[in-house]
């Protein structure tokens, strides 16, 4: 008797196999249960992103702390901006070699993975929380890969991502609603940012400001559970004190808050410098022509160059920043670490290292503070001024100017000093710095280069459910028409004063040729014989038209363009056959409509809303 021998493959793909098909039935039967309408389950899934959002910032952390230490030779208990002693080679040639490893890295996920990453923002905007996790991934080995050989950015934008891509994974795979999707993704940066800053309130209306676009009682509870838990997971891994930890009490008088509004214009004017200055250093690579995976290591080439003359421009800046604040910089040293860090933070972004300006616009809010306020102890010496009370101010005005999260930022230095006095200040700071970007510029960091790329988004509030009203399914389809070459006295006779305003005229094959006002056609001074005019006389220009597969936003802003009330739909760009048309006040009313059901569906409908009806079994 002869026994076949058993395949392990073939038993670990059919485990695998039954595995998934029992994951997939579970997921179901969870989306279709009355188990994800309990506040229990609700408040499970946020904490829970929280918890792996500070687990993710953990990771993340020392994943960049263990090449600090490897590349650079670090010592355990500093950071590469704080760290004295350097070898010069490792500061020149390590970001060299680091913007060689981004490049190629990029290059190879591009060949891949053609599409462009989407971020929280962008996809809470535009797309309800889905965001691709695998996509996420490989932004956030760039990042690393960016911050651990020394560009001058922060790892915040990996913090982010990846916490708000496991909240969107979760909340597409138990099908969750799209209102649903979108808190959860407002969870995971919620929780990210409270466990990078140790700031619980600040992570929360972090989600509230840049990623879910409104505050609403909705969010409130899981948004607070998320930040909760990332700052609980933060507390636990790396201990209770602050990040950024203030020494002695803090001394504000009356003059101080004119000099923080000031301060505020003042950062405001930096924090446009240094938007404009990445995009300027990207346009500069364009320009040249150099290859994309080029230019991280020519990048690096300049951060290297520069960090030789100021190493704390190396990393993100939390070392440093702990060291302005705790020993201080001498003013010639302040002055020139503002330049550095503005052109190392504008050259790593734009030669194409991954990152945020969330830590960098900290550092140099910092070292602007200080040197505003040794620069007004030279001037005026008979005024007093707290140093560190002004770096404070700076440090949240400019944050607030380039990342556009004024609350967050006053949250941040209130949790970070627990003084409230100076919070008062960098609130006054922080608002104008915030007003002031608004009305010169118009844009925050992130919301500036969708701007580039030619997307009109402004926050993270959820625009995306227009692009999804196709005008297919709004067109009417009894539109008048008439051949463009028959008598104007048909048209006429056919079409009477008031009973429709717009007739579209079209040829032998049903194309259009244009749209004639029936007003215009029955007036005396049109066209002095109508037996020898023709409909086609009174097409005055190429006609505006809409496709069946654009949305609801094309038709608006066509309806503007245009300055007419009727636009007809056509079956291709090309052939032009008619086949239905859109009012604008349809349009118009469409969109009001959808507008109230989406603000209703936020306040009392969805998965993180109260229930409408307490009772677990509904009628």
């Known amino acids: 008797m002869k026994f076949r021998p058993i395949k392990s493959k073939s038993i670990l793909s059919s485990l695998g196999r039954q595995i998934a098909v029992r994951r997939h039935l579970l997921l179901r039967s969870f989306s279709r249960s009355e188990a994800r309408e309990s506040g229990g389950v609700r408040f499970v899934m946020a904490g829970g992103i929280g918890i792996a959002a500070g687990l993710v910032v953990a990771l993340l952390n020392l994943g960049v702390g263990l090449l600090h230490k490897l590349l650079f030779n670090v010592p355990a208990d500093l950071r590469l901006s704080n760290a004295v002693g350097l070898d010069p080679w490792r500061i020149l040639l390590l970001p060299v070699i680091g913007g060689l490893a981004v490049g190629v890295t990029a290059w190879v996920l591009k060949k891949f993975r053609p599409r462009d990453v989407v971020d929280a923002i962008e996809a809470n905007a535009l797309y309800g929380g889905r965001m691709s996790f695998r996509d996420s991934l490989g932004l956030v080995l760039l990042t690393v890969l960016s911050g651990g050989f020394g560009a001058s950015v922060g790892l915040e934008a990996a913090y982010t991502q990846l916490s708000s891509a496991l909240g969107s994974r979760l909340g597409i795979s138990l099908k969750l609603r799209r209102e649903d999707v979108r808190t959860l993704v407002g969870c995971g940066s919620a929780g990210a940012i409270a466990a990078a800053f140790n700031a619980p309130l600040a ?48 001394q504000l008088q009356t003059h101080d808050y004119y000099a923080f509004a000031l301060l505020g214009l003042a950062s405001a004017g930096l924090g446009v410098l240094v938007m404009k200055g990445v995009t300027s250093t990207e346009a500069w690579f364009k320009q040249w022509r150099t290859p994309v995976w080029l230019r991280p290591m020519l990048g690096g080439l300049i951060v290297g160059g520069i960090a030789m003359g100021f190493p704390p421009v190396l990393g993100s800046g939390h070392g440093a920043i702990l060291h302005n604040l705790q020993e201080g910089y001498a003013l010639p040293i302040l002055i020139g670490l503002v330049a550095a860090k503005i052109l190392a933070s504008a050259i790593s972004i734009g030669a194409g290292f991954r990152g945020g300006l969330f830590s960098s616009s900290l550092f140099l809010g910092s070292l602007f503070g200080s040197a505003v306020a040794m620069l007004m102890h ?41 003084d409230f006095s100076v919070s008062i200040g960098v609130m006054v700071g922080v608002v104008v710095a915030a007003a002031a970007v608004r009305q010169w510029f118009g844009y925050s960091f992130a919301t500036w280069r969708f701007h580039l790329r030619g997307m009109k988004i402004r926050s ?63 007036s005396p001074d049109t066209i002095a014989d109508p037996n020898k005019a023709t409909v086609r006389d009174l097409v005055h220009a190429e006609p505006a038209f809409l496709l069946p597969a654009e949305n609801l936003r094309t038709a608006l802003q066509l309806f503007q363009t245009a300055a007419v009330e009727t636009l007809p739909v056509v079956n291709d760009a090309n052939d032009k056959r008619i086949i239905g048309y859109v009012t604008e006040k349809y349009a118009l009313r469409r969109y009001s409509e959808e507008l109230e059901k989406r603000r209703g569906a936020a306040d009392d409908s969805g998965l993180f809303s109260p229930s409408p009806n307490p009772s677990p079994h509904r009628s």
Request: no cysteine; hydrophobic share 55%.
């Open 203 to 250: 992570g929360a209306f972090y989600a509230f400001e840049l990623v879910i676009g409104s505050y609403t009682l909705a969010t409130l509870a899981p948004i607070a559970i998320a930040a909760l838990m990332g700052g609980f997971t933060a507390r636990w891994l790396f201990g209770t004190e602050p990040v950024f930890v203030v020494q002695g009490a803090l």
């Open 460 to 522: 993270a509030e959820d625009i995306g459910w227009i692009n999804e009203l196709k005008i297919g399914r709004l067109m009417r389809r009894d539109q008048k028409i008439i051949r463009a070459d028959s008598p104007l006295s048909t048209l006429r006779q056919a079409f009477l004063l008031g009973s429709t305003r717009q007739v579209f005229a079209v040829d032998g094959e049903n194309r259009l040729v244009g749209v004639v006002d029936v007003a215009e056609a029955h």
């Open 378 to 418: 030279w001037a005026l010496p008979w005024i007093a001024t707290d140093q560190q009370a002004y770096t404070l101010v700076a440090m949240g005005s400019v944050a607030a100017a380039i990342v556009g999260a004024p609350v967050t930022m006053i949250l941040l230095v209130l949790e970070t000093t627990g």
